[in-house]
């Protein structure tokens, strides 16, 4: 038997659009005062956001898809 979970889907698909977004532009903020502040980042800076650049497009591009489509469709 399987159980109902009466999840708003729209809402969990603009959220998780949101958060991919924040974390995309936290990741481009990040560089760009990093770099004016300290003039070159540490790697291991560099790549934290870069990842939470790729990981906020990765986010916010599959959210609306997964909770917008496939998550209906699925109930």
Request: hydrophobic share 55%.
């Amino acid at each position: 038997m399987s159980q109902n979970w009466n999840a708003d889907y729209a809402t969990l698909a603009k959220r998780g659009f949101m958060l991919g977004a924040g974390l995309f532009l936290l990741g481009i903020a990040g560089e760009v005062a990093g770099s004016a502040a300290l003039g070159t980042l540490p790697a291991w800076g560099d790549t934290l956001l870069v990842d939470m650049e790729m990981l906020g497009i990765l986010v916010g591009l599959l959210s609306p898809l997964v909770f917008g489509v496939v998550m209906p469709l699925t109930e």
